[in-house]
């Protein structure tokens, strides 16, 4: 199994350009389906779980070509199958995608339940509850989903928590519904947002994207899209803490500071100096230690739970004590024992890990359990005296795109280990 080794103790400095959003070209690639039309994705990053879609459309009968700097040609013109397997949506939890698109475009879906995952239990309910409301008939049938619909017809959809995808599923089976759909505390992130943008590019009529409310009206059918992904602020927000833990100077480029408002202002809290552009962010920390500081993950604007873990290796060996709450998964602490490895100082109680910041961590290996606990192992190698051996590094492939050069061309001392 792969792994990346990382000598600790050199201070980031330089640029470093951000690739597309993980979070929103997995929907988008999905809503190829929705159409018989040609679709063009652009800016898509080469990414795990974007292969793994690809090859799931491909099962479908999705016609997929690679163009250059990976932009993805897409054509649904006869759809193969109905059945997302068992066997990728294991691999990918985000195959549950393509049950709205599937359901409206046909009017079947067998799709995989997907299970549980490292960070949580990681129900579907709600988008069974949304795509029900809108009159399909859904039942499970040996550990598949199994969803029938005439036609969908619009609905008023009130979410119990804001799911994202469940958000973006409920939102692409509208599209193609007869008449209007309301989705009340819908998902607010900005990659729920761009769906919609590409969407209506389609054709959809959709607005409201971007709040707690999305209106819907449905459409007999769709034209095809020639779509550009919006930056991975997610991707960017690790960059930035990783520049912050090292004391360093970095600007990323391609990255929207308007999508990272609480990660920016916990970072300025940290002490970083922060400057931002149309289209990126400079951090310089200029060689101080970042101070601690107290987070609370929410549902977007509020602090996203996919920063948690690099917040929770910075407050590591940041000056004072750190309160981490995670309010949004309810096991998204696994890179805690990992970090304790290293030597940082911290103890859970309940949903929160109390950080006291060392002056130094010490290299060790450690085991990555997820995607972004596998990330803030990296970050605290970063710091680290001496050698850092992260394993199970195909975690961290699913989410960042050639993290390693991207650190080095920073000046980090990283390399991955064959097998
Ligand atoms: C999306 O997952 C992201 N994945 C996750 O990113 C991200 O952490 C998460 O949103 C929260 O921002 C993609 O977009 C592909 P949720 P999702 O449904 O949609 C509960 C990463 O690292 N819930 O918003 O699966 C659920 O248990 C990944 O890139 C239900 O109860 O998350 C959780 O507590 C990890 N019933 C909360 O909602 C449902 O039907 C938020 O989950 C659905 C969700």
């Known amino acids: ?94 195959s549950i995608l393509v049950l709205g698109p599937l359901l409206a475009r046909q009017g079947v879906a067998r799709v995989s339940l997907p299970g549980g995952c490292a960070i949580g239990a990681r129900p579907v309910d709600l988008h069974l509850k949304g795509l029900k409301a809108m009159g399909a008939d859904i039942h499970v049938d040996s550990g598949y989903i199994v969803a029938r619909a005439e036609r969908l017809r619009g609905a008023r959809v009130v979410l119990d928590t804001a799911t994202v995808t469940g958000t973006e599923n409920i939102m692409m089976a509208a599209t193609l519904a007869d008449g209007t759909t309301v989705i009340e505390n819908a998902a607010q992130e900005p990659e729920v947002a761009d769906l919609a943008e590409c969407l209506i590019s389609m054709g959809a009529s959709i607005s409201g994207h971007g709040t707690n409310t999305i209106t819907i009206e449905g459409r007999e059918r769709l034209g095809g899209y020639d779509y550009t992904v919006l930056p991975d602020r997610i991707e960017a927000g690790t960059f930035l803490v990783a520049a912050a833990m090292t004391g360093g100077h970095v600007r990323v480029v391609n990255a929207r500071s308007d999508t990272l408002d609480a990660v920016l202002g916990k970072l300025e809290e940290a002490g970083a100096k922060i400057e931002t552009g149309p289209d990126w962010i400079e951090l310089d920390m200029a060689g101080r230690r970042p101070r601690a500081v107290d987070i609370t993950t929410a549902p977007y604007p509020g602090f996203p739970t996919d920063m948690q873990a690099q917040f929770t290796a910075l407050n590591a060996i940041a000056e004072g004590t750190g309160v981490v709450r995670e309010t949004v998964f309810e096991n998204r602490f696994m890179h805690v024992q990992e970090l304790q490895r290293l030597g940082a100082d911290m103890r859970l109680e309940g949903n929160a890990v109390v950080i006291r910041g060392v002056e130094e961590l010490t290299g060790a290996p450690l085991m990555a359990t997820d995607l972004r606990a596998s990330a803030c192992l990296v970050l605290a190698g970063l710091v680290a005296a001496g050698d850092t051996v992260v394993d199970r590094v195909y975690h961290i492939d699913r989410g960042y795109e050639n993290i390693e050069e991207k650190l080095r061309q920073l000046g980090a001392r990283i390399q991955r280990l064959a097998g």
Not at 65 to 74: A, D, N, P, T
């Open 1 to 94: 199994m792969a792994r990346i080794q990382i000598t600790g103790g050199r201070p980031l400095e330089g640029t470093v350009a951000i690739s597309g959003a993980k979070n929103a070209v997995l929907p988008m690639l999905m809503a190829s389906l929705l159409t018989e039309k040609p679709c063009g994705l652009s800016g898509v990053p080469h990414l795990k779980d974007v292969t793994t879609s690809m090859e799931l459309l491909a099962q479908m009968g999705v016609e997929i070509s690679l163009g250059e700097h990976f932009r993805v040609e897409m054509e649904a013109r006869e759809l193969a199958g109905d059945t997302a397997p068992y066997d990728l949506v294991k691999t990918m939890r985000a």
